[in-house]
Nanobody, 127 residues
């Protein structure tokens, strides 16, 4: 079992920035990737960005972004701390959603590849 705890959500004005943090604990070795998804009211839970977990050989893993956030959001990880981050810049109203941290298999770019979910943190962008 893997436990994921998000923090850092809140309210921000259009054009502002927020940084989300996800701390993982438990059987982290059972997963090979971590990701951020988001769910706006009345919509599906959509993939935002993924980071492949590196290994002891020095492989640091690849990073992937959905086109809607590429260039504005930055996903990063600290493997030593089992922590995943999402720096979100130039936020707009379309980014308003509950953001979920996730861990799973393959590249974590689809919900079907996710084995563990956090509880979510609300991000609200107002104009």
């Amino acid at each position: 079992q893997v436990r994921l705890v998000e923090s850092g959500g809140g309210s921000v004005q259009d054009g502002g920035a927020l940084k989300l943090t996800c701390v993982a604990s438990g059987a982290i070795a059972s997963t090979n990737c971590m990701a951020w998804f988001r769910q706006a009211p009345g919509k599906d839970r959509d993939w935002v960005a993924s980071a492949i977990i590196g290994d002891a050989s020095g492989y640091t893993g690849n990073i992937y972004y959905d086109d809607s956030v590429r260039g504005r959001f930055t996903i990063s990880k600290d493997n030593a701390k089992n922590t995943l981050y999402l720096q979100m810049n130039f936020l707009d109203a379309d980014d308003t959603a509950v953001y979920y941290c996730a861990a799973g298999r393959r590249a974590c770019v689809a919900r079907s590849w996710i084995d563990f979910w956090g509880q979510g943190t609300q991000v609200t962008v107002s104009s």
